[in-house]
């Protein structure tokens, strides 16, 4: 399996959203303020995503098998 490893700074829980280009959620995520997040991106297909944390932080990632 392929995951995907998130640290967050914060401790606090968090909501995280793996979006398409075309903004389809693709995976969504609350975690309880543990570090790091492991996510399973293996039935995600390949292509560039967004990932969004709190509709505040947004960072790009290529899921590539």
Known sequence: NKYL???IAKT????MV???LL???VFSH???GRN???IDVSK????LYLINIDN???KKVLINH
């Open 5 to 7: 490893n998130v640290q």
């Open 30 to 32: 609350t975690s309880n």
């Open 12 to 15: 606090q829980t968090i909501n």
């Open 56 to 58: 505040k932080f947004h």
């Open 23 to 25: 903004g389809q959620n």
């Open 36 to 38: 790091p997040i492991s």
């Open 18 to 20: 793996i979006m398409n």
């Open 44 to 47: 995600i297909p390949n292509g």
